[in-house]
């Protein structure tokens, strides 16, 4: 008997060692995956519910898949190499190759920065605050916070933004769905030719498996010193991270579906997605997807620009981490500022089209990613830098579908344009 409960002590003790060990590893998946859903990604969530009702939902089992495996890969050659993205191009590809992956990059990072500022002023001119007051405090908010504070501060305030995003199971629950109708939508896939599903289409996946996305959690793991022998935890948070980004991403969908959709009203943005729910699912409803929103957009603005700082300053050799002070990494806190500052001016021009420029920087993702996940998948292959841990059948099988995926639909938006296809 004494000796059943000394094996039983023992392994409470190591279960609970684990689970330490799991909750110090845990936040590179999780919030890679969380800050997906930014404000382009909302406002692309709510477009798909409010134009297209329940049709797209079978994508985000697709989408579940490919952003676990991809960012899996990216986590996994962050841990082997102890190196980010962008060093690995530049070490393989050589300095021309570099740069052109970079400046994909940063065209794509650009445009959804700005985005995110846009899902500021939206969101905060629904409480009654001007954009021209809320956008230059959440620069100054995000700048400060990753300039004063470390990593471990960090990492929680983004664990704790990424909870956050729980108000839209609430909100898309308050808004009634019709539910055997958002099963068949999971379960029977849909496809039209049509320029406008299309882009909504692509649009989809690129809002949440994105090229900035690729640098970031690989950089995010090496920053947080994480080693191989963790490899198993980095997985699970992994995987966590890519079910509850489309699980919300589920909510937000059937949430404008029904009733927006169902109800046959249309809207433009996340913002008018808001206030649409007011009449239709309650005022609760829609302050909370309008506070999501909020929660969204900041922890966007401030990792969109921390992934373009990291990644070039790795191509290009220059120090980096969040760790560092300002005199140590000035290139890596000068990229940062200048993506927060260019992106919250372009915001604040007066007439500017922030709606467009949501929905836009999705589709440009989508258009771009597969560029970025040819450098990851000939690094995650080459056994000369991943040794015995390469992908596997499965993991090349996953990520090259999705590679071809992605340009199929590309090449099938291009045609409806040009073919002028509704």
Partial sequence: MAARL??????????KSKLMLFLAVLGPGIITAAADNDASGITTYSLAGAKTGYALLWMLILITFSLGV?????????????????GLIREKFGLKLTSFAMLTMLVAN?????????????????????KYIAVPVAATLVFLVVLKWGYDRI???FLISALVYIVYIISGTLAHPNWSAAARGMMVPSFKLSKEYLIAFIATI???ITPWGQFFIQSYAVDKRMSIRELNYARADVYFGAFLTDFIAYFIIIACAATIWALGRSINDAKDAALALRPLAG????????FGLVNASLLGASILPLSSAYATCEAFGWEAGIDHKLEEAPQFYGIYSFFIVVAALITLIPGAPLVKMMFTASAVNGVLLPIILIYVMKIANDQEIMGDYTNGRAFNTIAWGTIIFIIAVTIALLAAMTLGLA
Avoid at 6 to 15: H, I, K, P, T
Avoid at 75 to 86: N, S
Avoid at 110 to 130: K, N
């Fill in 6 to 15: 000394e094996r039983v002590r023992n392994g409470l003790a190591d279960n």
């Fill in 70 to 86: 991809t960012q899996e890969i990216g986590a996994r050659i962050g841990l082997v190499t102890g190196k980010g993205l962008g």
């Fill in 110 to 130: 650009l445009g959804t920065t700005i985005a995110e500022f846009a899902g500021v002023a939206a969101a905060m001119e629904i409480f009654g605050i001007s």
């Fill in 155 to 157: 990492r929680k305030v």
């Fill in 206 to 208: 690129g809002t949440t």
């Fill in 283 to 290: 005022n609760f409803a829609s302050t909370l997807f309008a």
